[in-house]
């Protein structure tokens, strides 16, 4: 199992990543993005793959776009679609991998928001995501996803520290109204381009002590990019776009986040 794939995770996702993000936050501008995208490439239809919580399913419903959305996670289908509800609409929110997933329609728009492609941890799964996403969507339809850029020097990081090398990250108040600390500890294995790792939640009482603490597991790869161009090339897809951020700034130089925007051939 993922982080993603346990209810505890997936019931305080939203309010955990609130304080995460509150000062830094490397998606800055994410939901704008995939409005704009969506609004320039939708019109037959959206599909929102790795939808979470659905921060971006329901940004994009407020502003009068509604789309289908996807996760592996049951847990956080259920929870998007609680969401939807609440907000008053009915959306069609239903757990699959991106994989394999089939829906009753194709789309001229698909998005992967934030890390969801990342989470696909060899050469093999992509390719099959990408020529899946491919059959969903019509002809020219297109795909946004990011990758990180690799870095050399966090990889050597990480190269260096095991899975059991907690750092503290934030405190948060979850679902229940008790205070939280949020660990984890990332290492890297070159040889696969996987980072794995460890969050760990420790739940506190009144005092501050810990009465209970729980460990789950997160795995993303790091695609280089002329990896992830030949692999595009390979699954029938040409780059409209490629960016450096949810603001649009150019990809010529290193950068943390890489926004790809490409058109089924």
Request: with cysteine.
């Amino acid at each position: 199992m993922d982080l993603h794939d346990y209810d505890d995770v997936a019931e305080n996702y939203d309010l955990y990543l609130a304080e995460m993000y509150k000062d830094v936050d490397n998606h800055r501008g994410f939901k704008e993005f995939y409005l704009d995208f969506a609004r320039e490439y939708g019109e037959q239809g959206v599909i929102d793959i790795a939808c979470g919580t659905g921060a971006v399913l329901l940004h994009l419903a407020e502003n009068g776009i509604i789309a289908d959305g996807t996760d592996l996670s049951e847990a956080m289908c259920r929870i998007a679609a609680e969401k939807a509800r609440a907000k008053g609409f009915n959306l069609n929110i239903f757990p699959a991998n991106m994989t394999d997933f089939r829906s009753d329609k194709k789309y001229s728009c698909a998005i992967i928001a934030r890390s969801g492609f990342m989470h696909l941890l060899t050469p093999e799964l992509q390719r099959a995501a990408l020529l899946n996403i491919r059959e969903n969507l019509v002809d020219g339809g297109m795909l946004t996803f990011n990758t990180f850029d690799p870095n050399p020097h966090f990889q050597a990081q990480q190269m260096n520290t095991k899975e059991t090398d907690y750092s503290l990250r934030i405190e948060y108040t979850n679902k229940h109204g008790q205070r939280e600390r949020l660990y984890n500890a990332i290492s890297y294995d070159p040889h696969t381009q996987i980072m794995s790792g460890n969050w760990k939640f420790e739940t506190l009482d009144d005092s501050g002590a810990v009465i209970e603490d729980r460990v789950r597991p997160l795995k993303m790869r790091e695609t280089y990019r002329q990896e992830m161009k030949y692999l595009l090339e390979l699954t029938g897809y040409e780059i409209v776009h490629l960016y450096g951020g949810y603001h649009k700034e150019s990809a010529d130089q290193p950068t943390k986040n890489l926004i790809w925007c490409v058109r089924r051939r």
